[in-house]
Nanobody, 122 residues
């Protein structure tokens, strides 16, 4: 089993920055791919970014150039640096992980965290 715990959410003004963290524990060697999803109020969950163990990344068009996903395999951590935040970035952010890349990017990953709230408002 794998446990994922997100942290770093909060309230930030438009144009501000936040860094989300996802700590993984358990059977870590299974985690070839990890990702960040978000669910805005009243909307469906959507992919924000994903990263493979090789370092390859994938971003949603809405966050390209503003968000950066990274991982530290030695520390079993994944991060999402969010810059130039907009009110439409307001959502609960979840990390996920799986052995398979497609499972992460398609939202079918085996493992999910419980989420952290990000609110962008003045």
């Amino acid at each position: 089993q794998v446990q994922l715990v997100e942290s770093g959410g909060g309230l930030v003004q438009p144009g501000g920055s936040l860094r989300l963290s996802c700590a993984a524990s358990g059977t870590i060697f299974r985690l070839n791919a990890m990702g960040w999803y978000r669910q805005p109020p009243g909307k469906q969950r959507e992919l924000v970014a994903a990263i493979a163990s090789s370092g390859s990344t994938n971003y949603a068009d809405s966050v390209k150039g503003r968000f950066t996903i990274s991982r530290d395999n030695a520390k079993n951590m994944m991060y999402l640096q969010m810059n130039s935040l907009k009110p439409e970035d307001t959502a609960v952010y979840y990390c996920n992980a799986d052995r398979q890349w497609l499972a992460v990017v398609n939202g079918a990953a085996d493992y999910w965290g419980q989420g952290t709230q990000v609110t962008v408002s003045s």
